[in-house]
Structures are given as structure tokens and as C-alpha cells.
């Protein structure tokens, strides 16, 4: 007879066999004579190799990590192990469920006061792939103990905090085994609703961000296909540490980019002062670009006069004006405006031959529109517009930015937006970010932006309102997840409220949920860090942490700044003793005689966005680039000076906030001057 350990690995190693089954019924489908042409073909043989890799089965990612146990067979089985994706016997019979169908939520969201008709929760423990431990819920037992099974009974999941703990090396991985209930009830809301998170450090708001895409790909996955799911992260680096979550979870189709990425239309050369790309990120720019996009239009000088034939039909110049301002009241797209004005016109005219006794037909109209004089009307009234040669006349020529600024931006605020020398051309000119973001403003108002079906937007605290303006464009007629922490807005025009962020995003009506339980950050890191909200985010509330780590926080003095290097180098061959990724957070100016340090004792390191392994573990990290990362092990250097790399002391702060927060397991502080004042003493 097995004991309860041996059966769980038993049934470990059948769905094991019963996937890779699965995988090979897919890897021997012959294609050649079930599809009509050669189009069919690939388009069958990409969905066969993308379902090929669905089916993978990662040596190191458990198959499943639960089990539910009903007390009522309401289902097709009482008992269901609960996984990354769905596995079935030679049958059909399911051996693994995922986590996403509708009878895996009780994993989830059971407790002792609603279980759900759930009798037995078992949570599974893993080494390396390999199952080791369980604990189980009696959770329609009052008397019960709530766990057993493992080393030692408790009243915590000891396998959910070893799960959360577990050294962290390589890209970011799914929490799908430890999500919340707070967390799955977010994961699980409607695809027809935007949904906007704020969540602390450690609350996995991110995380919580791509299970929900995972989530509405398995429940909506027919109308994701057709209308598709985009990513949106801070910078590449971000975005490289979170690629394998969904892929891990069988999810292979979510495009990523960053904001700057959805507005590459020119090649960015320039930046901008702080005070400059305040006033381009605004969101009265995009009332300055309408205007100005407008002002192309033009009333008709004169009648116009159509020859067809031997006859001539005339439309008189104030019948082309009523077209032309009945089209400007509809405020239509100036693109579709002046796609309609030819077939405006050509009707005019087909109503003449119609009154003259005559019977065009459709044919007649499209061959009206394309008539010389028409397009010379056209051209006349409503000419062509190129989104950057607009926005590099707006930004070159202060007439044409008076003119059309005019009671939305003081003379002031148009000075810091006109160039000092005018660039000559779109190629020539040194675009910044937020020039990009004004061009994809009037890329919108010439032409409507594709949408998608769901797009998540992380860090979105960053934003501002043009960039939520740019985002909000791409899921018009889509949802949205909106992913940030107030306290964690690092750039100047950093938004100051949701509320404020969903209006610009277009999606005012989206609810707002908090999390507040943190599950990453140690509570001694957290306390610490948290001394900062009130001088630079005042009203929000702190993160709770649920993880204790005594010792987790260290913060060393050392009075010779000649000696910091030396000391922060040891701090991280210190860290390097402990399991897991370790990062050293430094101020921008102060990566490079770091990085010198390290060289020099002969410590490899990473750059963030390089993917850290068993071998390499220590990653050096600029402040602005720390944001959405996370190491087991942190050595931040000099608080100070990553306060003062910012162009403010707010941002300072928040900044430091950021790089306080990184951590897992723990903090190590080195600094020669004092610590911002906002700290207090340890």
C-alpha cells in the first residue's frame, strides 16, 4: 500500500506520461490532404507547432501544485489536481485541470467560513521539479487542523512561503500556485471591464496583471484571437524579465512593447528638459494638435464645374461649404473627412443628372469623385496632412503654435515648446520621446489607431497624460488592466490620481482595486521603506507585509567615502553566500566607478534585462531602471545619491522607494553620507 506522498508521485508521473502523449498525438497529425491550399496549410501548421509548444513539459515547472477534493460528486469526479494547463488520459478523462476553469476557483477562494463544498485542499511542495511534501485543508472540518501532512503541522502554509521565498533566478516567474484570494478575484473579472490595480511593492500586482490576460486567453480566447493582447511594460529590461510568465502558463500569442515602442513612427534622437516634456505630455497638447489639424480646411473660392461628356454640371462654391462644414461638425477623423467630401460632391452632381432625366449608378458616382476638378476641390478645401510635418511646424514656427495655443498655454509654456533652431526637415530633426507621442496624437486625428481586445498597461503611475492618451487609443473599443503604484511615480508629470489617469486613458468608468498585503518584501524592509509615503506620497496606505524575516534589514555606515566602493563590493560577496539573485541598486552616476569595483575584485555582473543563472547572479542596476525588478538579495548604495540624481526631492524620494523595495529575502544598506532625513534612524 503507498503512502499518501508515494500516490501523489504516482499520479506526478502518469500525467507526465499522459502529456507527453498529448504532445506526440499533435507531433504525428499528417496536414497534406486536409487543407485546401497552400495558405490553409501554414496557417494549420502554425497553430500545430504553437500548440506544440503549449504542451511542453518544463522539467522544472510542477504539472500541477493543488488538489481540490469535493465532498459532493456534483462534478464528473470528486477529486481534481489542479495545474498550468489541462491534461487528460487516453480516454479524455482529466488527470490535470487548469487553474483557470470555472471548478478550479475553490483552490482559490475556499476558506474555513465558505469552503465551497470543498472537504480537502492539498497544497504540494516541490524541489527542482521533483515533489517532495504536501499539506492538506480540511476545510469543512471545524475541528480540524488546518494543516497536515508535511514536516509539522501549522497554522501558516509553510509550502506557500517556501513558494513565495524560493530563490529567484532567471526571468520572473507566475505566482499561479500562491495567488490570493484578493488577487484571484481580480485575475478572474470580466473581459468587458478595465480594471486598474494599485498595489504597493510586493502586493504582485504585476503578476496578478498577466494572469488576468492568461485568464481571459482561456475564457475568451476565440474573440482574443481575432482582436488580440498587447503588454505594455516601463522598458525593455521590464519587459525581458517578465516574457516567460505567460509562455510558462501556455500562453504564446501576447505581444509586448513599451509606450515608446507604440509610438516609434520617427527615430527618437533628442530629449527634452523636464520642463518641456511636462508641457508636450499634457493633455491640452491634444487640443492644440486638433485645432491645428483642422486648420487645413479651407472654404471653396469658387464653383466647381464637372465635365461629363458634352454635358456640365455645376455645384455652386456655398453648397461645397455646407458639405465641408457639415463634415467638420461631425468631427469626424480629417482623414475620413476627406475620403467623404469626393463622394459629397460626386452625389451633388448625380442629383443633377438624376433631375436632367439621366440613370447613373454607383459606377457613375466613383468615377464623379475621381474627376480631375473634384480633386482639385478637394485638395483646395481639405488637403493632405502629415501627422510629423505638422507637429515639426507646431514645434518650429512660433506663429503657427500662438495661433493655435492660444487660451490653452501661457506664452511661457509655448516658449519651452518651440525649438531653438527650427529643424529643416522630418529626417533631419532630433525628435524626443514626447515628440513621438504628439505625432501618434495626430497620426490619430488624421487616421484611427488599431484597437485591441485587452491591453495591460504596468507601471502606469509613469504616464503622462499624452502617453495614457497613446495607450488609451490601442483598446478603444477593448478593455484594459491598468498596473501602478502612486507612491512609485518616478518622472516628472507622473500621475496624481487614477481617477485623473482613467479619464485621460479614456476608460473613466474602470474600478479601482487596492492591494495591500504584500507577500514579496520582508515586513522589517517594508516598515523601513514606508517611512518615506508621507513626505512624498501623503494619504496612501502603507503595504502590510505577511512575511516576518528577522535580520532582513542591515544599514552600514562608512565613514571614509574613499572606502564605500570597497565596502558595498563586499556587501555583495556577502549576498553572493546565500541562494538566489542578488542586486546591486545604485544611483545613475554611480553604476560606473561600481561597476569599475566589482571589475577590479573580480566579481562578474550582469546588466538589467540579461537573464541572471546559477552561474552569474549578481545583476548592477541603475536606480531608474530598478522599477518591476526584483533579486533575492539587495545591496543598495548611498540612498543619498539617488535622492539627488533626481530632478526633484519628491521624486527623490520616490525613487529611493523604489530601490528600498526590491528585495526578497534581504536588505543590505552602505552609505558614507547620511540618509535622507525622511528614514530616521534604523
Not at 441 to 460: F, I, K, M, N, Y
Request: hydrophobic share 40%; net charge negative; glycine share 6%.
Amino acid at each position: 500500500m503507498l503512502d499518501p506522498l508515494a500516490r501523489e508521485r504516482a499520479h506526478l508521473t502518469s500525467s507526465r506520461a499522459a502529456l507527453r502523449a498529448m504532445r506526440e498525438d499533435v507531433e504525428s497529425l499528417d496536414i497534406k490532404d486536409v487543407t485546401a491550399n497552400w495558405v490553409n496549410s501554414l496557417v494549420l501548421g502554425r497553430q500545430i507547432e504553437d500548440r506544440i509548444k503549449a504542451l511542453a513539459d518544463l522539467s522544472d515547472t510542477p504539472l500541477f501544485f493543488g488538489r481540490l477534493d469535493y465532498l459532493h460528486t456534483t462534478q464528473e469526479g470528486q477529486r481534481f489536481y489542479i495545474g498550468r494547463r489541462h491534461v487528460h488520459d487516453a480516454d479524455g478523462d482529466p488527470m490535470v485541470i487548469d487553474w483557470r476553469a470555472p471548478v478550479s476557483q475553490p483552490y482559490y477562494q475556499a476558506s474555513k467560513k465558505d469552503p465551497q463544498d470543498v472537504g480537502l485542499r492539498r497544497r504540494f511542495g516541490y524541489t527542482a521539479g521533483d515533489l517532495t511534501a504536501y499539506e492538506d485543508e480540511h476545510l469543512s472540518d471545524p475541528a480540524a487542523e488546518t494543516f497536515s501532512g508535511s514536516a509539522e503541522a501549522s497554522t501558516t502554509s509553510r509550502l506557500l512561503q517556501m513558494e513565495i521565498e524560493r530563490p529567484r533566478v532567471g526571468p520572473m516567474r507566475d505566482i499561479v500556485a500562491t495567488i490570493q484570494p484578493e488577487q484571484d478575484g481580480i485575475v478572474r473579472s470580466d473581459l468587458s471591464g478595465t480594471v486598474c490595480v494599485q498595489g504597493g511593492p510586493g502586493t504582485g500586482k504585476t503578476a496578478v496583471g498577466l494572469h488576468r490576460v492568461a485568464y481571459l486567453l482561456y475564457a475568451h480566447r476565440e474573440r482574443l484571437a481575432r482582436t488580440g493582447t498587447l503588454v505594455i511594460g516601463p522598458n525593455r529590461s521590464f519587459l525581458h524579465y517578465i516574457e516567460q510568465v505567460l509562455p510558462a502558463l501556455g500562453e504564446l500569442e501576447v505581444q509586448q512593447a513599451t509606450v515608446d515602442d507604440l509610438v516609434a513612427h520617427v527615430e527618437v534622437r533628442g530629449t527634452d528638459e523636464a520642463a518641456t516634456a511636462v508641457i508636450k505630455g499634457d493633455a491640452r497638447m491634444a487640443e492644440v494638435l486638433r485645432r491645428a489639424v483642422r486648420s487645413h480646411v479651407a472654404m471653396p473660392k469658387e464653383s466647381l464645374m464637372v465635365v461629363r461628356g458634352s454635358r456640365r454640371w455645376r455645384v455652386p462654391a456655398y453648397e461645397i461649404e455646407e458639405m465641408v462644414r457639415e463634415l467638420l461638425d461631425r468631427d469626424i477623423r480629417y482623414g475620413a473627412a476627406r475620403e467623404a467630401l469626393p463622394q459629397r460632391i460626386a452625389h451633388a452632381v448625380l442629383v443633377r443628372m438624376e433631375e436632367a432625366g439621366e440613370a447613373p449608378d454607383d459606377r457613375v458616382q466613383n468615377a464623379v469623385a475621381r474627376n480631375t476638378a473634384v480633386k482639385a476641390v478637394v485638395k483646395e478645401c481639405w488637403p493632405l496632412v502629415e501627422p510629423a510635418k505638422l507637429v515639426l511646424r507646431l514645434l518650429g514656427d512660433a506663429e503657427f503654435l500662438a495661433e493655435h495655443a492660444e487660451g490653452l498655454l501661457t506664452e511661457d509654456e509655448q516658449k519651452l515648446l518651440l525649438w531653438a533652431k527650427p529643424a529643416r526637415s522630418v529626417k533631419t530633426a532630433k525628435w524626443s520621446a514626447a515628440d513621438a507621442v504628439l505625432i501618434d496624437e495626430t497620426r490619430d486625428l488624421v487616421e484611427r489607431t488599431h484597437s485591441l481586445g485587452h491591453v495591460v498597461l504596468d507601471e502606469a503611475q509613469d504616464l503622462s497624460p499624452m502617453q495614457y492618451r497613446a495607450v488609451g487609443r490601442r483598446c478603444t473599443t477593448g478593455s484594459a488592466t491598468v498596473l501602478g503604484d502612486l507612491a512609485q511615480g518616478t518622472t516628472p508629470w507622473a500621475t496624481e490620481s487614477w481617477s485623473q489617469a482613467l479619464g485621460h486613458l479614456g476608460k473613466p468608468e474602470a474600478v479601482v482595486e487596492e492591494l495591500t498585503a504584500g507577500f514579496r518584501v520582508p515586513r522589517e524592509v517594508i516598515a523601513y521603506a514606508s517611512r518615506l509615503l508621507p513626505h512624498m506620497s501623503p494619504g496612501l496606505a502603507a503595504v502590510e507585509s505577511v512575511r516576518e524575516n528577522p535580520g532582513s534589514l542591515a544599514v552600514r555606515h562608512t565613514e571614509d567615502p574613499e572606502a564605500l566602493n570597497a565596502a558595498v563590493v563586499a556587501a555583495c560577496v556577502e549576498s553572493l553566500a546565500h541562494e538566489g539573485s542578488i542586486g546591486l541598486i545604485a544611483a545613475d552616476a554611480r553604476i560606473a566607478p561600481l561597476a569599475e569595483a566589482l571589475t577590479a575584485a573580480g566579481l562578474a555582473y550582469l546588466s538589467p534585462g540579461e537573464e541572471t543563472t546559477a552561474e552569474s547572479r549578481l545583476t548592477l542596476v541603475p536606480a531608474s531602471l530598478a522599477k518591476g525588478l526584483e533579486y533575492d538579495y539587495v545591496v543598495l548604495d548611498e540612498p543619498a545619491a539617488v535622492v539627488d540624481g533626481e530632478p526633484d526631492e519628491r521624486t527623490g524620494l520616490r525613487r529611493l522607494y523604489v530601490a528600498l523595495t526590491r528585495a526578497v529575502s534581504g536588505l543590505t544598506i552602505l552609505h558614507s553620507a547620511p540618509v535622507p532625513e525622511q528614514l530616521g534612524e534604523l
